[in-house]
């Protein structure tokens, strides 16, 4: 059964390790988000690297809360991390490069803004995490890297495609219209919750906005 307290301190941490980084954060900035002692944190946890891998674990592993956490939680190997990295973004890349018996990519490119926010918003918690972390996830960050930079050439090969299809605009420099799209899709599926809090919007209404406006810019628009 999963342990309300351990919940509490997850919804903190990942917010304060985003919102202010994992450095600038501390054990009792997190007790006291959570509603927990600052005491009682150090009976939870074997400490605050603990409590990042922790982060990390519930995020990629939507049932880990569900089971039996061993009390008091403690660090994990980095290849424990690695893996659950490796499982998330090579299933996304996987489903952006799937090929029908063309070649071509078999997703539309409205299709993949919509699995890349997926992702991004679903995973958010540990990609914020990770990148943001240059020293105390560097061989996790250095991994995420690869990844990103994959994602990047896959989503400018089925842009391009698109383009020959018909189905995008053609466009000048489309490497930098794929940063635009990419840097969009991040900004509304794993920032927009941290850096605009005045304004609260659902994830389904975030989702609508930044794919909106992405359709309206690149999709031709089918003949009347």
């Not at 959570?34 to 592993?61: E, R, W």
């Not at 980095?78 to 996304?92: D, K, P, Q």
């Not at 990609?127 to 105390?136: G, M, S």
């Not at 090969?157 to 490497?175: C, D, K, M, T, Y």
Request: hydrophobic residues 45%; aromatic residues 10%.
């Amino acid at each position: 059964m999963a342990d309300a307290r351990l919940q509490a301190v997850y919804d903190a941490a990942s917010f304060l390790f985003v919102k202010q980084g994992y450095e600038r954060t501390q054990v009792s900035e997190i007790a006291a988000q959570a509603g927990v002692a600052t005491g009682t944190m150090y009976n939870l946890f074997s400490g605050k690297k603990a409590i990042l891998h922790f982060v990390l674990l519930c995020t990629f592993d939507k049932d880990y809360l569900r089971g039996d956490v061993e009390l008091p939680v403690q660090e994990v190997e980095t290849s424990r991390l690695i893996n659950h990295l490796h499982r998330v973004a090579g299933e996304l890349l996987e489903k952006l490069e799937h090929r029908a018996a063309t070649g071509e990519p078999s997703l539309t490119f409205s299709e993949t803004l919509t699995l890349t926010f997926d992702y991004a918003a679903n995973y958010q918690v540990a990609f914020n995490t990770i990148n943001d972390n240059r020293v105390v996830l560097k061989e996790v960050r250095q991994v995420y890297q690869q990844y990103v930079g994959r994602l990047y050439a896959i989503i400018e090969e089925n842009f391009s495609l698109a383009i020959s299809r018909g189905e995008v605009r053609q466009v000048e420099l489309p490497s930098l219209h794929i940063r635009n799209i990419i840097d969009h899709l991040i900004w509304w599926a794993m920032y927009l919750p941290y850096q605009v809090q005045d304004v609260k919007l659902d994830p389904t209404q975030a989702k609508q906005i930044a794919l909106d406006v992405l359709r309206h810019a690149y999709l031709v628009k089918p003949k009347e």
